[in-house]
């Protein structure tokens, strides 16, 4: 299992800016940019050039709404249909109120229960409290299977209590964070798809942007984004999904817009008084 499973770095893409000239007046006067009044086939041409936007925004309407309507039915069993994006949307289904060691337990066995587990297991995976022996233990005890965890608990320890590692991130040899400081590790889903869905094991792909980092002066590992894609391998024990396995892949990664980053002050404010969230689809 590599390390970037729970832990991630930072990328930053690029900034865009579009400019749209507004529509002039019908006067013969100039407009307020000193420019004179369009040809009528300029005008011919902003009239083509707006229905041809109003056309687009109609048809990517269309396309947001034609997601799955919440069919619970297998994602792989061979009826033809293409497993779609299906929004995450109220689905009458009740969302699970149980919870084993603080994270939501007792998934339903439908394509809707197996995204919502793995969305709820990458978040407890991706957290701060991994970086605490005795919360570890919990959460992989938890989401993975019985014989996923007796297998990987030993190789996790000795990675998160490594002291070259937690010197690495910029925390002390212990896991705590320098004095001045908060550690911020929090997985953030934005959407989940049921590869597969078949008796007791399932496939289902999460993309999430994750924040990683130190909130504090002087640090010389800011809190950053990522983006990564999960696959997780499902199966259905003890009346629950849980974890077999799963694959990391970089992106999806957006554009970064041009916005200022905040103070340090503010990031860990932020972070203290935002809880973070379970996933319910």
Known sequence: MSLDNERNDGLYGGSGETRTRLPE?????????????RSSRSSSRSLVTVVGVVVLLIAAIA??????????????DGGGRKAGAGPTAASGTKPVDG????????????????????????VALGSA??????????????????AAAAARQASLDKVYAGKQFLTGIGLNPDGSAPKGTTFVSRIIPVGTKAKQ???????????????????????????????????????????????????????????????????????AKAVEEYGGFTYAR
């Not at 603080?102 to 066995?109: L, R, V, W």
């Not at 409290?129 to 019985?146: E, G």
């Open 25 to 37: 007046g019908e006067g013969g006067g100039q407009d307020g940019y000193g420019g004179g009044r």
């Open 63 to 76: 396309f947001a709404n034609r997601g799955d309507s919440g069919d619970e039915s297998s994602a792989g």
């Open 99 to 122: 919870k084993t060691s603080g994270i939501p337990s007792g998934f339903a066995k439908s394509q809707q229960g197996a995204q919502s587990a793995a969305a709820n297991y990458a």
């Open 129 to 146: 409290d991994m970086f605490k022996a005795a919360l570890r233990h919990s959460i992989v005890n938890t989401v993975y299977t019985p």
């Open 197 to 267: 869905l078949s008796g007791n094991s399932a496939t289902v792909e999460i993309w999430y942007s994750s924040l990683f980092g130190l909130a504090g002066e002087n640090t010389k590992n800011p809190v950053s984004e990522s983006w990564f894609t999960n696959t997780y391998e499902l199966r259905w024990i003890g009346g629950d999904w849980k974890v077999a396995d799963f694959k990391q892949k970089d992106g999806p990664v957006p554009v970064g817009r041009d916005q200022r980053a905040s103070t340090a002050d503010d990031m």
